[in-house]
């Protein structure tokens, strides 16, 4: 069974980063395309970032420019740089596995203004 746990979240202030971190298990994980999605109050849960098992990465224009997903399949884990931030990526980011949809728990970002 995959499980994928992320960490990295936190309180930070606008124009600050942070980078978000994606532990899978329970598979081959370079074997699978992964991707980020983020739900804020209130909102529908959204693709923000996805990258093939190819390392090929593709953005929602929200946080294109901003935010940079990558992956190291010798730690199973697949990461979020996320730069520049804004008051409007306050949400909890998700990382996914969609193959096989399995989700990870989530993990708060809050960026004060």
């Known amino acids: 069974q995959v499980q994928l746990v992320e960490s990295g979240g936190g309180l930070v202030q606008a124009g600050g980063s942070l980078r978000l971190s994606c532990a899978a298990s329970g598979t081959i994980f370079s074997s699978y395309n992964m991707a980020w999605y983020r739900q804020a109050p209130g909102k529908p849960r959204d693709l923000i970032a996805h990258i093939t098992s190819g390392y090929s990465t593709t953005y929602a224009g929200s946080v294109k420019g901003r935010f940079t997903i990558s992956r190291d399949n010798a730690k199973n884990t697949v990461y979020l740089q996320m730069n520049s931030l804004k008051s409007e990526d306050t949400a909890v980011y998700y990382c996914?596995?969609?193959?096989?949809?399995?989700w990870g728990q989530g993990t708060q970002v809050t960026v004060s203004s």
């Open positions: 996914r596995m969609p193959t096989v949809d399995a």
